[in-house]
């Protein structure tokens, strides 16, 4: 059982923006925040070295990786923000069993293409935590943060876990600006509606594990990076069927708000590799603006093709505001009717 958070350590393992200068506003807002809730913050080695070096360099965010690990004073790892290659971090981490050998019992919290990050702690047992991310939330330009991110984010470093989801009541659409006049606006809050069952029982249970389904697409489908499913497949990231029994499927949509027709094809990918039959139930997050919604919630129910199997639309999860905290590898009731997930620890 983790304890309070101290001490957390920020990495960038997927894109540089942390270290632009074009942002370092938002990274003092994030800074001062963070150091206001009493935590000591620091960033990682190259975590701030840029956008150019960061893509350059993947055996350096790998370096920076193990190294927060290994350190036995760090309590939390924080990604800054996502991106769409941290893949390329895989032959640094397990050719020669240093990701293993490097594992402690330590938060990991991050989202988007960090997906892939998760993917490679589950190998190697670690449990993590899904839903935020430094720039994403802790930097958000609003007068604070918002306040439903801010209650798990709060619940993660005071407890070290999360015990219970319910939905927000609001969410947000997109910030269309990241300049510095941006700082101090609230973006305007729309009425949310809560989980929605699209089919299957009101209840189910099971250890949550997944991410974007973006990042998952990517997985199997070489378009944007023809070496990621070649390099996917030699290190068995996708967990097996097996492996997979009895858990839920998290899946949540980027703001590249993919069309339908990639969303049927990312779904199709994951069936192909027998997952759908090995599930208890499966979440689906609430799209960034709602995009494609309804389409998502037919093709959900379509391509799954399981009308028995659960499927909970709607979760306040991933890249739609505001966002909660899902931890990995915990045993989790989720409950429709009760509009609430609870965690066993």
């Not at 206001?36 to 701030?48: I, K, S, T």
């Not at 350096?60 to 760090?74: F, S």
Request: one cysteine or more.
């Amino acid at each position: 059982m983790r304890t309070m958070i101290k001490n957390v350590a920020i990495v960038s393992l997927s894109c540089g923006i942390a270290g632009e200068p074009f942002v370092q506003f938002e990274v003092e807002i994030g800074l001062r925040r963070l150091k206001e809730y009493g935590l000591n913050v620091r960033f990682m080695p190259h975590a701030l070295k840029g956008m150019e070096y960061i893509r350059d360099h993947p055996e350096k965010r790998a370096e920076d990786l193990l190294a927060a690990l290994r350190d036995p004073e760090t309590d939390m790892i924080l990604c800054a923000i996502g991106g769409d290659d941290t893949y390329r971090l895989l032959p640094y981490l397990f050719d020669h069993n240093e990701l293993a050998e490097a594992v402690a019992d330590k938060a990991f919290l991050g989202f988007s293409d960090t997906t892939i990050n998760h993917l490679m702690l589950h190998k190697v047992g670690l449990r993590t935590f899904y839903g935020q991310a430094f720039l994403s939330d802790i930097c958000e330009l609003g007068p604070e943060m918002h306040p439903y991110t801010r209650r798990y984010f709060e619940e993660l470093i005071t407890t070290g876990g999360i015990r219970e989801i319910t939905p927000s009541d609001v969410w947000y659409g997109e910030r269309e600006s990241f300049a510095l006049d941006q700082v101090g606006r609230q973006l305007p809050a729309r009425p949310d509606h809560g989980f929605e069952l699209l089919q299957g029982p009101p209840a189910f249970s099971g250890k949550i594990l997944g991410g974007c389904i973006d990042s998952m697409y990517d997985m199997f489908n070489g378009d944007r990076y023809a070496d990621m499913p070649v390099l996917c497949r030699r290190y068995r990231l996708f967990p097996d069927a097996e492996d997979w029994k009895g858990r839920i499927l998290l899946l949540e949509s980027s703001e590249e708000k993919p069309t339908p027709e990639i969303y049927r094809r990312a779904l199709e990918y994951l069936g192909d590799t027998g997952v759908f039959d090995a599930v208890s139930g499966v979440l689906a997050g609430k799209p960034m603006d709602e995009t494609y919604a309804d389409e998502y919630r037919q093709l959900l129910k379509k391509v799954i093709g399981k009308p028995d199997l659960p499927i909970i639309f709607n979760v306040n999860i991933g890249h739609a505001m505001p966002r909660c905290i899902i931890p990995f590898g915990v045993d989790a009731v989720v409950d429709a009717e009760k509009q609430v997930i609870r965690f066993a620890e």
